[in-house]
């Protein structure tokens, strides 16, 4: 059992756990996730490690409310358990001093770009910091950001904040050098950013998030193409060259289980309603 | 001179163990075969000759006293039996259903030369269910002797070598990657051959002998093996299993509807996908599945295909001759509506305009000469080819040995084309103190060969740990 300490909202059905997990918060590293399973009866979900603390024994992670399993765990608080995490999986990023780093984090995987911003920093980079959001309700840790970046550029789909759209990356691009380039966020994203940082030979790390049930390298369910070869995204990435990578490939193969998920997530919901509220899923220490 | 007493009559054909029909079982994840009763096991067993030098003893790779547990049935000494089996084999429950008896004991047994050999796998599943319905007897463990131990990966071999090391004496912690322990028998092999409440009985009792059992570790990323070794462990057992699936190759094989074995199996077995929703864990399954190879763990997947309502087919390039599943299997899946379709194999998929698998092109095979594994080799014939409308794909072409342990193990010599830990014949590595056992080593075997070699592997290390001041 896994205890939750904290529960924090960031914003409209956007949450971060910290979790009781001492020998993960021993080993962890920027750029690598974890499973959870929250119930007897429920799925392996992977989220990416958002911060760490060896002393205090535990890991934050943050997650949006898509599906059942998201769902049900935005109904959990503080003193609640997860039946398990499993973690830290997935290759650590490569960190070191590269120069100069553009650090893109889009949506809820903007709480997982922070521990990179942060390790990029301790290695001794200078780092320009981009958070996307859908629009300004959905803007959160903009001030970490300040803190931990050199400068931070916001940008929103809609405009109601900062930039309207990533176009802007295209002109920052024409007037300063950067070394690399690493993007968490939205697959469409990922492969926005990819597009823009190719004409200037950037190296450019992106974070796959394809469907995953073990994580460890057993069923090959997050099988992705990169540079024309399968990759399993769990043991070779989740980081992998964002010029070489079948985005195509990725969107269909997310989609996978749709039916399925929203049939799930539908009959769920149905169910809460008609119990007054959520009791599912919910294990005490 | 003395009168010699008539012999009783030796019956030829043994007992016969009751099954779920066909039509039945294949709407259900229930046991297939029920198991004998104490009057159908008590007949069996006075079949059995109780020989001086028993050639089934020989023929079991853990050696159990075969005909020693025989006779505790005739004469109703089921704890006893049980015991007795239980000196050399921790899962009874799991051999007794899922050992390949017809190859290994069985096939030595002196009946089989004038009728049907006595059927040891029944008997040993009806003492370790006798047992698990009376409660179990806990042996007593050796006096501690003060060495901590490591075992990694809580399948046949893991679980083995950790009964065996406690019981002489040694702290056990077990760390399993999953988030439930068990290895193939959890995730792999499906509940109506082996009940997963099975399972958890028998990791119950090594756990009531005192193993600390850790659950979603996965050595290599949470801690690696010399780490472990750092930290206080005077030696460790890898039994991580071949759970790396493989792929062909072919085009349009990340398609939807395409599953590995393996990604099919964890999502049925481990997660009880059979059960969505009520189980969270969603498995998408169309009409026409295809199940491509022949092994043991193809069937299982046709067997599981056929039970969520799908017509099945499987491909096979070569012969009927030739499948390497077991004969009991064949006929199960037969008898439950599965088609076979011989000597062919796919060169491509193509899709529907959402990336769904519609259509599978395939060549037709033809047997040439032996290959190095002694079987006729497939030929492809030139211009046979043909298209087969499927919606799901199974490849059930084999899995190779879980990696990460031999990629974040420095100096832990493995073999680089098999990636198999390579091992002496007591499981020792080449590294002090790390012995290693199961499929990781062998590359894909079975139950009681992963049990064999973490009871050989358990007595080197027990040796080397009381060598070590
Ligand atoms: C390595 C890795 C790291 C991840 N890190 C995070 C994270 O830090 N925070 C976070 O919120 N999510 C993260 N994800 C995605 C997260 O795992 C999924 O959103 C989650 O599994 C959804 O579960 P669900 O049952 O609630 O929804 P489901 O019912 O499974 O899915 C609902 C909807 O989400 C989509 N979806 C399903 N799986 C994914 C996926 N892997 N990526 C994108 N969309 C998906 C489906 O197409 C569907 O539209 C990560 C995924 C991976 C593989
Ligand atoms: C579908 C299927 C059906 C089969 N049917 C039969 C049958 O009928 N009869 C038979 O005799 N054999 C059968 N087999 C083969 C048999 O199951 C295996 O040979 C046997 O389970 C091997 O045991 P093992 O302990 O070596 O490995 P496994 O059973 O694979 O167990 C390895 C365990 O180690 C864990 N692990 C892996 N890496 C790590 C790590 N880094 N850290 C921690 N834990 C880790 C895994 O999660 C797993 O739980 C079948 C196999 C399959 C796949
Ligand atoms: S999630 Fe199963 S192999 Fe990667």
Redesign the pocket.
Same mark, same amino acid.
């Given at each position: 059992m896994y205890k939750i300490v904290s529960k924090t909202s960031l914003a409209h059905k956007e949450t971060l756990f910290e979790v009781e997990a001492p020998d993960i918060a021993a080993k962890a590293k920027a750029g690598q996730?974890v499973i959870v399973v929250p119930h007897e009866k429920g799925?392996r979900?992977? !989220?990416?490690i958002c911060s760490y603390d060896v002393d205090k024994g535990t890991v934050s992670? &943050?997650?949006?409310?898509? $599906?059942?399993?998201?769902?049900q765990m935005g109904c959990l608080n503080e003193g609640d358990c997860l039946l398990n995490v499993t973690g830290p999986l997935?290759n650590p990023s490569e960190v070191e001093k590269f120069g100069k780093v553009l650090c893109v984090g889009g949506s @809820?995987?903007i &709480?997982?770009a922070l521990l990179q911003v942060k390790a990029m920093k301790e290695a001794g980079n200078h780092v320009t910091t981009v958070l996307g959001c859908r629009s300004k309700d959905f803007l959160f840790m903009a001030d970490e950001a300040k803190a931990l970046s050199d400068k931070v550029y916001v940008a929103s789909d809609d405009g109601s904040i900062g930039y309207k759209g990533l176009d802007f990356l295209k002109d920052l691009l024409k007037t300063e050098k950067f070394d690399r380039c690493v993007v968490l966020g939205p697959v469409v994203m990922m492969r926005d950013v990819s597009e823009i940082t190719k004409p200037y030979g950037i190296p450019t790390i992106i974070?796959v998030?394809? @469907?995953?049930v073990d994580g460890m390298g057993m069923c090959g369910v997050?099988r992705v193409t990169v540079g024309g070869q399968m990759k399993f $995204?769990c043991i070779d990435g989740?980081e992998f060259d964002g010029h070489q990578v079948d985005f195509d490939e990725l969107v269909q193969r997310?989609?996978l289980? !749709?039916p399925e998920?929203r049939l799930?997530?539908m009959l769920w919901e149905m169910h809460k309603e008609h119990e007054g509220g959520c009791k599912c899923g919910r294990n005490k220490a | 001179m003395a009168e010699t007493k008539p012999k009783p009559k030796i019956k030829k054909e043994a007992i016969e163990m009751p099954k779920q029909e066909p039509k039945v079982r294949v709407k259900n994840f229930n046991e297939v075969a029920l198991g004998y009763s104490e009057e159908q096991a008590l007949e069996e067993a006075t079949r059995c000759l109780q020989c001086v030098k028993p050639q089934c003893v020989a023929g079991c790779p853990v050696e159990v006293p075969i005909p020693e547990f025989i006779k505790c049935i005739k004469e109703k000494k089921y704890a006893e039996g049980i015991a007795t089996i239980k000196s050399k084999n921790a899962l009874p429950a799991v051999c007794g259903r899922v050992c390949p008896q017809e190859e290994q004991c069985q096939v030595k047994c002196v009946l089989g030369k004038i009728g049907e050999p006595v059927s040891i796998g029944r008997l040993e599943r009806y003492l370790a269910d006798w047992e698990r319905d009376h409660g179990f007897q806990l042996p007593e463990n050796a006096k501690p002797t003060g060495k901590k131990v490591a075992v990694v990966g809580a399948g046949p071999a893991g679980l083995t070598a950790a009964a065996d090391l406690i019981k002489l004496g040694h702290e056990v912690t077990m760390f399993e990657a999953l988030h439930l322990p068990g290895g193939v028998l959890i995730y792999g092999i499906p509940e109506f051959r082996l009940p997963k409440a099975i399972v958890r009985n028998e990791v119950a009792y090594i756990q009531k002998l005192g193993v600390d059992l850790r659950l979603g570790n996965l050595v290599g990323r949470i801690h690696t093996i010399p780490e472990l070794m750092k930290s206080g462990y005077d030696a460790v057992f890898i039994g991580s299993g071949a759970g790396l699936p493989q792929f062909m190759g072919l085009p349009g094989e990340n398609l939807g509807g395409i599953y590995s074995a393996n990604e099919f199996l964890i999502r049925v077995n481990l997660m009880k996908g059979y059960a969505f929703p009520e189980y969270?864990t969603p498995l998408r399954l169309g009409k026409h599945v295809v199940v491509i190879g022949g092994g043991n763990v193809a069937m299982d997947c046709a067997r599981c295909s056929m039970r969520l309502g799908a017509d099945v087919c499987l491909l096979y390039r070569r012969s009927r001759e030739e499948l390497p599943a077991r004969q009991e299997e064949i006929e199960n899946a037969e008898e439950e509506g599965l088609v076979c379709k011989f000597l062919a194999a796919p060169l491509k998929f193509t899709g529907d305009e959402k990336g769904w698998v519609k259509a599978m092109e395939c060549q037709a095979m033809e047997l040439g000469p032996p290959d190095a594994s002694g079987r006729r080799r497939p030929v492809p014939i030139k211009g046979s080819e043909f298209t087969m409308e499927v919606d799901t794909v199974i490849i059930a072409i084999g899995q190779t040995p879980n990696p990460i342990i031999q990629r974040t193990t420095e100096g832990l010599v493995a073999d680089p084309r098999r990636g198999t830990i390579t091992v002496d014949e007591n499981g020792k590595t080449s590294l002090e103190g790390v012995y290693a056992g199961g499929d990781v080593a062998t590359g894909a075997a079975t139950v009681i060969s992963a049990m064999g070699m973490g009871k050989k592997a358990a007595k080197a290390m027990h040796e080397y740990l009381m060598s070590k001041k």
């Open positions: 996730f799925e979900v992977p !989220l990416t992670f &943050a997650f949006h409310e898509v $599906g059942k399993t998201t769902k997935g @809820i995987m &709480a997982p974070t998030t394809p @469907i995953m997050c $995204g989740p997310q989609r289980m !749709l998920e799930s997530s | 969270d």
